[in-house]
């Protein structure tokens, strides 16, 4: 079955870590991103891709870097500089970087830091 | 600056009602998309509808039925003879400055009781 994967489910790292969160599709699409969710708050773009080996940083992208090595991964590493890491974190492809493309999700990472 | 509003975080029904859940969008652009998804607890979310901004025709799926309406700047979306499975967090979403960037209202979250 095609679809967008995202691993772990849950993710737990001391403060001062860096950790990568995991995205793969197998849909074939161009585009990927990462969104952020806080409880009670919509999603909020870090960073996307339209192709590989290009990126750009979304609304929200300090603290976070990702690559786009392969069509089908997007990882995303939240570093040390991030000073709120604690959130639920969404991975979604779609066909190519166009307005009227529907986005694809990933079940999501929720990552806490303790 | 693009913005969708959401104006309720939160409505509980019994099961059969009908329920709308509101939109109201802010863009300058004259050519944009709008979009509604759903999160059912599993945490992914679900393309429910896109709408492009030269198509103001009301579109009805079964149980769903949206209206887009510009001279409002809303694109409402109502849910006929609700159902337990309905039960979900609701995002309204513009298309941002003609890219595939998406703009996220903070949700909606409905739950529907047996």
């Known amino acids: 079955d095609g679809g967008i994967t995202q691993s772990p489910k849950y993710l737990f790292r001391k403060e001062g870590q860096n950790v990568t969160l995991s995205c793969e599709q197998n849909l074939n699409h161009d585009a990927m991103y990462w969104y952020r969710q806080d409880p009670g708050q919509g999603l909020r773009l870090i960073y996307y891709?339209?192709?590989?080996?290009?990126?750009q940083k979304g609304d929200i992208a300090e603290g976070y870097s990702v690559s786009r090595e392969k069509k089908e991964s997007f990882p995303l590493t939240v570093t040390s500089a991030q000073k709120n890491p604690t959130a639920f974190y969404l991975c979604?492809?779609?066909?190519?970087?166009?307005?009227?493309?529907?986005?694809?999700f990933g079940p999501g990472t929720r990552l806490t830091v303790l | 600056a693009q913005k969708v509003t959401q104006a309720q975080t939160e409505i509980s029904v019994v099961e059969k009602e009908d329920v709308t859940l509101d939109c109201v969008y802010e863009?300058?652009?004259?050519?944009?998309?709008l979009f509604w998804y759903k999160q059912p607890p599993s945490g992914e979310l679900v393309f429910l509808i896109r709408r492009n901004s030269f198509d103001e025709q009301n579109e009805i799926s079964g149980r769903y039925s949206w209206n887009f309406q510009k001279s409002t700047s809303s694109f409402n979306f109502t849910i006929t003879a609700s159902q337990v499975v309905d039960s979900a967090v609701y995002f309204c979403?513009?298309?941002?400055?003609?890219?595939?960037?998406?703009?996220f209202g903070k949700g909606m979250k409905l739950t529907v009781n047996p």
């Open positions: 863009t300058r652009d004259t050519t944009y998309y």
């Open positions: 979403a513009l298309s941002k400055g003609g890219s595939e960037k998406l703009v």
């Open positions: 891709s339209q192709i590989v080996n290009d990126f």
């Open positions: 979604a492809s779609s066909i190519a970087g166009l307005p009227y493309n529907e986005q694809f």
